[in-house]
């Protein structure tokens, strides 16, 4: 049985750092690719970046040069590094865990900044 729990989400003020975890089990996860998603409140869910199989990362505009993406195979777990957060960065962070028909989330966990 495949699970994704996301965690180390929570309250923090702008400016600060959180770093979120996505930790899989029940699956081949060094063949999976890794996107963090989030939805903020009364928006769709947007991508924010991924990693790759082969550790190549990725991101949104948005988030470039304030996030960054790393996996650790062995632990079967990949991190989102977030700095300088803004207020704007307020959301339920997802972590989705997809390669071939394989296609996982997470029940997310919410991130919230604010002074």
């Known amino acids: 049985q495949v699970q994704i729990v996301e965690s180390g989400g929570g309250l923090v003020q702008p400016g600060e750092s959180l770093t979120l975890s996505c930790a899989a089990s029940?699956?081949?996860?060094?063949?999976?690719?890794v996107a963090w998603f989030r939805r903020r409140l009364g928006n769709e869910r947007e991508l924010v970046g991924n990693?790759?199989?082969?550790?190549?990362?990725s991101y949104q505009d948005f988030v470039k040069g304030r996030f960054t993406i790393a996996r650790d195979n062995a632990k079967e777990t990949v991190y989102l590094r977030m700095d300088t957060l803004k207020p704007e960065d307020t959301a339920v962070y997802y972590c989705?865990?997809?390669?071939?028909?394989?296609?996982?989330w997470g029940q997310g966990t919410q991130v919230t900044v604010s002074s």
């Open positions: 990693i790759s199989n082969n550790y190549v990362e």
């Open positions: 029940g699956l081949a996860f060094g063949l999976y690719n």
């Open positions: 989705n865990v997809y390669y071939g028909r394989g296609d996982y």
